[in-house]
């Protein structure tokens, strides 16, 4: 069965903190992870990866796909209380192009 | 339109009634998903159109659940006889077709079933 798994599902951390997020997946012919931020009701777009190795980087967001690790990291720096959210990871795959997500991670940034 | 639009954003509904909820996808997105959340969970997917068709319904938890797209646009998400785990946000995204294509949802529809 399909699945992704993500990692811690929760931490808190006080501003400044720098954080990374896991996300773990078994999935059937893999096409991409994505990474989205949930603060209330949609989860809102964060990165797209496709292949191994390459940084994906966004102010001080960033992530990075390793795909014989079958796992995925997202790094916040200098955090602020603006990031604290739910963080889903979701992989597309599957036969019909599925997007399977994670439970999530709830982060939450402290003054 | 400019993004995924959700109708209604809240819905409360009694147990055994029906319920339908309207997604609006972006404009030439021919790829449309529909997930349910609930409190503490992760997205769980329900049923995935391209075009008109439904290319993977494997996701709806029985036949109390059904989605139309009539005309690949616009879909409806039915719920007959509602139940109070139905209670969920149900969350409407979609996407071109491809790999390579951006996933984006809407606000979403929040159903309680009292």
């Known amino acids: 069965e399909d699945k992704v798994v993500q990692s811690p599902l929760s931490l808190v951390v006080h501003e400044g903190d720098t954080v990374t997020l896991n996300c773990s997946y078994e999935v059937t012919n893999f096409r991409s992870l994505l990474w989205y931020k949930q603060e209330k009701k949609a989860p809102t777009f964060l990165f797209m990866l496709t292949s191994s190795g390459i940084e994906k980087k966004s102010g001080r967001l960033s992530s990075i796909l390793d795909k014989k690790e079958l796992s995925s990291i997202l790094n916040i720096t200098a955090t602020q209380t603006g990031d604290s959210a739910i963080y889903l990871c979701a992989v597309l795959g599957g036969a019909t192009n599925k997007l399977i997500f994670g439970t999530g991670t709830l982060l939450a940034v402290q003054p | 339109g400019a993004g995924v639009s959700q109708t209604p954003s809240n819905k409360v509904t009694e147990k055994g009634k029906y319920v339908e909820l309207r997604c609006d996808p972006i404009s030439g997105h021919t790829a449309l998903y529909w997930y349910r959340q609930s409190l503490g969970q992760g997205p769980e997917f329900l049923i995935y159109f391209q075009g008109t068709g439904a290319a993977d319904d494997s996701g709806l938890p029985n036949d109390r659940f059904f989605a139309v797209r009539p005309e690949g646009s616009v879909s409806t998400l039915k719920i007959q006889r509602t139940e109070r785990g139905d209670s969920a946000v149900y969350l409407c995204?979609?996407?071109?077709?491809?790999?390579?294509?951006?996933?984006?949802f809407g606000e979403g529809s929040w159903l309680t079933v009292v």
């Open positions: 995204a979609s996407s071109l077709i491809g790999t390579g294509n951006t996933i984006y």
